[in-house]
């Protein structure tokens, strides 16, 4: 289980073999250490010596951000210990072939899993335009094994991406809408909600990385850059439209994410971003991220259903084989 705290000057605490929540005094959450996968502590939260030493000694991933979501930092116990493994992913990575091979796979499927999510609300929105961008993106897929080289498929990911979301205002319901992607910061509600979304999904990933044991900072397709989690980011395409853009989309078509759940900064605080989600919108999003993650889509490799968050899990470990057997990874695609 995961579980976010998001109440702004509360404190964690352990009361023998739980995680206890405190704010002024009082209880506000209780949870059982073994239940806990992981715990997000996001913004003016403190959490008690006692505590991290626990979460340390159970292995329970405790993950530090900003209110806004942006990550800091995580308890970790220790480096993880298969050294051979991050050797093999530094000595395969670095033959360029095989690098924009693994790229070519993960982008490759991030455009079908586009096209596939698009493809689910067409079918009830019948609409014109979004036919004429999925015959292009369907199209665009001829175009991905020819590439020969790493800046070319940037390229090509950022056409098929403004296409993609070219696509959206099509599909909205309104009164949110998407207008154009805006990221740092997040221009309006639909952007607010996709970039808390997609540093959820880091996180996520991010987690699955450390426990298979790669090493976060050295990938295939995105450039090491000080601080950068390439393969994290790497590993995270695929899974964009799947695990955010569709249940964003759907909540604002099914009026659950309303204006109401957004405030905006009026004040000129530059630390603040111009929109974000409310306390309670915040909890909100997270709880329809959450039953996204824990939804079941068939897996072609493992040919069974498997919860989103496990098929992250799993698509990590089968990159950790592509390095050590040098065999082929296949990145996850979609059946809606």
């Not at 899993?113 to 929105?125: D, P, S």
């Not at 990938?219 to 899974?239: K, N």
């Not at 989309?249 to 605080?269: A, E, L, P, R």
């Amino acid at each position: 289980m995961i579980v976010y705290i998001t109440e702004q000057g509360a404190y964690i605490t352990i009361a023998g073999e739980r995680l206890v929540i405190r704010k002024n005094g009082n209880i506000v959450g209780t949870f059982l250490s073994k239940d806990l996968d992981q715990i997000v502590i996001m913004g003016n939260i403190s959490i008690t010596t006692q505590a991290m030493k626990h979460m340390l000694k159970n292995k329970i991933d405790t993950v530090f951000t900003t209110y806004s979501g942006k990550y800091l930092g995580r308890l970790v116990a220790e480096l993880g210990k298969n050294i051979v493994l991050r050797r093999m992913q530094f000595e395969t990575l670095s033959d360029e072939n095989i690098k924009l091979s693994l790229a070519r796979s993960i982008i490759g499927s991030k455009v079908k899993n586009c096209i596939q999510t698009l493809r689910k609300f067409n079918y009830y929105h019948k609409s014109g335009e979004v036919s004429k961008i999925l015959n292009q993106l369907t199209a665009s897929l001829k175009e991905i094994d020819k590439i020969d080289n790493i800046s070319s498929l940037l390229g090509f990911e950022g056409r098929t991406a403004n296409l993609y979301f070219r696509a959206f205002d099509h599909l909205l319901k309104g009164p949110i809408f998407f207008e154009k992607r805006t990221r740092r910061p997040p221009q309006n509600e639909f952007n607010a909600m996709l970039s808390f979304g997609y540093t959820i999904l880091l996180n996520l990933v991010r987690t699955s990385v450390n426990t298979v044991g790669l090493d976060p900072y050295y990938g295939a397709y995105h450039a090491e850059e000080y601080g950068r989690p390439s393969l994290v980011l790497d590993l995270m395409e695929e899974f964009r439209p799947v695990a955010v853009d569709f249940p964003v989309i759907s909540s604002v078509n099914k009026n659950i994410m309303q204006k109401s759940d957004f405030v905006w900064n009026t004040d000129g605080d530059p630390d603040k971003l111009p929109v974000q989600l409310t306390v309670f919108g915040r909890k909100k999003f997270i709880s329809l991220l959450e039953k996204r993650f824990n939804q079941k889509f068939w897996h072609d490799t493992k040919m069974r259903n498997m919860s989103l968050r496990d098929i992250i899990r799993y698509q990590c470990y089968l990159f950790s084989k592509s390095l050590v057997d040098k065999v082929e990874y296949k990145g996850f695609r979609v059946s809606l």
